[in-house]
């Protein structure tokens, strides 16, 4: 019944749009992608698409962008990546079995990760907002080479609009307000953007706010799992005790609201025709992020919580960016970063019906510099590149009883002493343009990670050791080559390897605990390494686009959760729960492969269909337990559309899809959190989805998307919160 009434939709909506297309004389003609005009920034200079071997998606469009709840978001309606979610306020990304610290995030050319960046799930790509991106790079595959450690599984490289300049005599002023509602989560959003432009001088600045209530799921369940996500008790305070109260809607995810500000300040100076400066100034902070998942979980008939949330997510990020291009000298072209960055973060937690409330406070500041030159000399391009990251941090925490007032001492989060972690690196990228059609690319980095964090109150923890030292090298390295054709057939050949140091999360957690389980430090652990070759091939032409990537990566020295002894003990009581010990163990060797298909159709100049479609399996051995499955491996995904594109409106009709995740598949162990799944693994889904953006007038556009037209329920995989239900979203954008 489903898929008829699916099909008599698509039915319908292509009699709507083929009536529309045949009236309507303002249609765009059919556009050609040709190699040539794709243009990457994977290594940090421009770089046209067919002369570089590794696999790379490009988001840039307003639609692909802007008009999405936020930057994750935006990477889940993509189909190119899966995305993982602990609390709406959230999305963790995964490239290829790879999440959280194993993959590199980058913002205008400015390391994200940071030394308490853990390997579980993570959630600050939230901080860089959506609606001042440019574009988005998807780099896949290890890409240390360019990028240093934890670029284990490859790279998410964000860009935000840049300073107009004045194209003529006068000052030019021109900007934007977006207005956006939503109704699954009661999304109230604004932006607005306002660019001064004179010949020399550019001021670009972004003010975003947004408020989302409480998450509503879809309400049409497998009929299997009748009750799978369901919110039907919640807990309140009243006076001095912890009442569970009944939820007049099971759908509503109560304790999933949060409010977040962003604020974007750029200033450009164009000091000569090939030489600019840019001060770029960013602010993102939220308010109090509930922890959902951990609020829905249960202890038989009672909350185990009756609070988790993260206090306020701040990130403050100052960065100086010089670009000088076409110099006189060995190298033509030279850019460098200097940044600084000051971001805090807090846990806060307190058990059902218990009096202690437990605070729990990080700070990081980190300073960083990039140099990258370029050599240009015959067929030969030669890139010079140095990098430098210093990472301060700062760990509290104490206990308030909330009916007395009283403070008393518990452990912090991360070594309580001074801690630090440095990041070094000089690197050499060489590309031979042996001909118009083939290109080789070729590179070495050597990196040096040291790490220092000091334990100076160890009467709580008991632990044997007061410090925790590391100084790790690395060389990684990576070749391809590629052959571009005259009629725009890409195929390419890579080589590469991948590094991550353990960080202060790693190496300097004091304890981490789900119910029953309780982590420890074990400060013997070391790098990990990972190895990748992989072939992909890509057809651009006027009607019919593909491309096909197939890979395989060996994890070597892989850091995985398991059983430890702690002085000797196997458990311990830990906040009044007896607790197995676990750490983090360089245990394993993993291997992990997959392949990703993509497809458009162009049909006349109107109409295309388009679909990517994402594989990935992964397992890991040690000598004892054999072969397990690797965590945070998705199951099959992807998108399919159907596309109408014309000047003064276009539409889409999707399906965004998940395949099953079987419990065989899960690691129980790991971070796939069976927990929140039902007890055979994470269902298949589908949703239908509807969007259409029209063109009022010269100057405002405005967006209608119906998502999860079924009302279906699902999760995504290692997910401890439902995704929207049927859900109405409308953006309206005013340019000036």
């Known amino acids: 019944m489903c898929r008829k009434i699916i099909f008599s939709s698509i039915v319908m909506l292509l009699n709507v749009l083929g009536l529309s297309a045949q009236q309507n004389s303002d249609t765009t003609k059919a556009k050609t992608t040709l190699l040539d005009d794709v243009v990457v920034y994977s290594s940090r200079f421009a770089e046209k698409f067919k002369r570089v071997a590794q696999t790379i998606d490009v988001l840039k469009t307003k639609e692909q962008l802007n008009f ?56 600050n790509i939230i901080t860089v907002d959506n609606m001042v991106l440019d574009r988005m790079e998807i780099l896949y595959g290890p890409s240390s080479t360019l990028f240093g450690s934890d670029a284990l599984g490859g790279v998410i490289s964000l860009s935000t609009k840049e300073p107009i300049l004045s194209s003529t005599y006068k000052t030019h002023f021109s900007g934007a307000a977006t207005l956006r509602y939503s109704s699954a989560m009661q999304e109230k959003r604004g932006n607005i953007q306002l660019n001064i432009g004179g010949q020399k001088w550019a001021s670009f600045t972004s003010v975003s706010y947004g408020s989302f209530g409480d998450l509503i799921q879809g309400s049409n369940r497998r009929p299997e799992y009748p009750n799978f996500g369901k919110r039907n008790i919640y807990v309140e305070r009243v006076g001095n005790i912890d009442i569970v109260v009944p939820n007049s809607n099971p759908n509503k995810q109560i304790g999933s609201g949060y409010k ?21 100034l960013q602010f993102s902070n ?57 971001l805090e973060e807090s846990r806060i937690s307190r058990r059902f019906q218990s009096t202690n409330k437990d605070f729990r406070w990080e700070r990081i500041n980190v300073f960083g510099l990039n140099i990258d030159a370029k050599h240009y000399y015959g067929k030969h391009e030669l890139h010079i590149g140095a990098e430098s990251y210093s990472n301060y941090v700062k760990s509290t925490a104490e206990r308030v009883q909330i009916v007395s007032g009283a403070k008393s001492r518990i452990t912090t989060r991360y070594s309580d002493g001074p801690t630090t972690m440095a990041t070094h690196a000089i690197f050499a990228q060489h590309t031979y343009k042996i001909s118009d059609q083939l ?64 960080n202060v999360d790693d190496l300097a957690k004091v304890f981490d605990s789900r119910t029953g389980l309780v982590v420890v430090p074990n400060t013997s652990i ?73 497809a458009s159709v162009q049909m006349g100049q109107t109409f295309s269909v388009e679909g990517v479609i994402n594989f990935t399996k992964g ?104 995704a929207p239900g049927r859900n109405l979203s409308l953006s309206l954008r005013a340019a000036f």
């Open 439 to 502: 290109t080789i690319n070729d590179g070495l980095r050597f990196n040096l990670v040291q790490l220092n964090a000091q334990f100076v109150d160890t009467a709580l923890t008991r632990f044997p050791f007061t410090k925790a030292e590391q100084s790790n090298q690395s060389i990684t390295g990576n070749f391809g080559i590629v052959y571009a054709t005259k009629n725009n057939l890409r195929a390419a050949f890579v080589m590469s390897t991948g590094f991550r140091s353990p």
């Open 526 to 598: 070391k790098p990990e390494y990972t190895y990748n070759i992989e072939f992909n091939l890509n057809k651009y032409s006027k009607s019919f686009n593909y491309g096909v990537a197939v890979f395989y990566t060996a994890f070597d020295n892989a850091l995985v959760l398991d059983r430890y002894l702690f002085n000797g003990q196997d458990s311990i009581f830990y906040s009044g729960i007896k607790s197995a010990v676990f750490a983090l163990q360089n245990k394993a060797k993993a291997g992990l492969y997959g392949l990703s298909l993509n």
């Open 68 to 123: 999405q709840l936020n930057t994750a978001d935006a990477l889940i309606n993509s189909g190119k990546l899966f995305v993982q979610k602990s609390q709406q306020g959230g999305g963790s990304p995964v490239i290829r079995g790879f999440e959280a610290s194993r993959i590199l995030m980058v913002v205008d050319g400015v390391r994200m990760n940071n030394a308490i960046y853990r390997a579980g799930h993570l959630q």
């Open 286 to 342: 939220t308010n109090d992020i509930p922890r959902y998942d951990r609020l829905s979980e249960m202890n038989g008939t009672v909350p185990v919580f009756a609070e988790w949330y993260y206090g306020p997510q701040i990130r403050n990020m100052a960065a100086y960016h010089l670009t000088a291009k076409d110099q006189v000298g060995f190298f033509k072209d030279i850019k460098i970063t200097a940044s600084f960055q000051d």
């Open 260 to 280: 977040q500000v962003d604020i974007t300040q750029k200033f450009l100076f164009q000091a000569s025709k090939n030489v600019q400066h840019v001060l770029n």
């Open 619 to 722: 397992q890991f051995r040690d000598a004892i337990n054999g072969k397990t499955p690797l965590d945070h491996i998705p199951p099959t995904y992807g998108r399919f559309a159907l596309k109408r594109q014309g000047l003064k409106w276009n539409a889409d009709l999707s399906v965004l899809f998940n395949g099953w995740k079987r419990l065989a598949a899960y690691n129980l162990n790991g971070e796939d959190n069976l927990q929140y799944a039902t007890p055979d693994g994470m269902p298949a889904w589908y949703t239908l989805n509807f969007r259409s953006s029209f063109q009022l007038k010269k100057q405002v556009q405005l967006q209608i998307n119906l998502e999860n037209i079924f009302d279906l329920n699902y999760r995504y995989f290692a997910s401890g919160i439902s």
